[in-house]
């Protein structure tokens, strides 16, 4: 299994044999726990629970998420959990450990994330409005004008872009490159950029598409 629960540390540069300067993102990945194994005779699927960030104490879980770790599945307690679909979860058991050197150099990964929030934004910032004219005393330099006909249907359509919360959305960043590995540090290297603040919490997947040559 190619996936593991993972924090953002920053962004930094590698450096390559030809001495080009490459963008990347230092992640935390790893160490992840087996907590639960979810079979299709039991639950319908095949699946399995990753738990990531161990907990010494109680505190800041409730008692229900203690107690599915610790009672119920005796582990430790962790902060995050999350469910990875597998085909064959026979092969797995409660208690396994996943580190960073499930991945390798040159190996493509997907990473999902939470967008930065940028709190309430307007049109033209949140969608790339065009916005109005800035001449002949228009007065919507900026505001949201027309967004449905009066008379018929007499309604804004359903999914019509407006102003709003911006950002703090699921992000998936499909095919990055694996460019570095330390499993002394515990550290994953990807090329570009990958969503979420710092300390925030990623999930890293083996990618399932096709290389681009954008990726190269």
């Given at each position: ?84 679909h597998t085909d064959n979860p026979g092969e797995y058991q409660s208690g396994q450990v996943f ?19 940028k709190g309430f934004a307007g049109g033209m910032k949140r969608h790339n409005w065009k916005g ?85």
């Amino acid at each position: 299994m190619q996936a593991l629960l993972g924090r953002k540390i920053r962004m930094t540069q590698i450096f390559d044999d030809a001495g080009r300067m490459i963008p990347a993102t230092a992640i935390e990945a790893g160490p992840c726990m087996v907590v639960q194994v979810k079979t299709s005779e039991n639950d319908g699927y095949g699946a399995i629970q990753l738990g990531f960030g161990a907990v010494e104490k109680k505190d800041g879980l409730s008692q229900p998420e203690y107690g599915h770790c610790v009672t119920r599945w005796k582990t430790k307690p962790f902060k995050h959990l999350w469910e990875v679909h597998t085909d064959n979860p026979g092969e797995y058991q409660s208690g396994q450990v996943f580190s960073v050197d499930v991945f390798k150099e040159g190996d493509r990964v997907d990473v999902i994330g939470i967008s930065k929030g940028k709190g309430f934004a307007g049109g033209m910032k949140r969608h790339n409005w065009k916005g109005g004219r800035d001449t002949h005393g228009s007065m919507w330099h900026r505001a949201i004008g027309s967004v449905g006909a009066s008379s018929y249907p007499s309604r804004v359509f359903p999914g019509h872009t407006m102003p709003g919360h911006m950002g703090f959305e699921r992000v998936t960043v499909h095919n990055l490159k694996v460019l570095k590995v330390d499993p002394e540090a515990g550290l994953l290297y990807v090329k570009g950029a990958i969503p979420g603040a710092r300390s925030s919490l990623v999930f890293i997947r083996k990618t399932n598409r096709g290389l681009k040559a954008r990726h190269k």
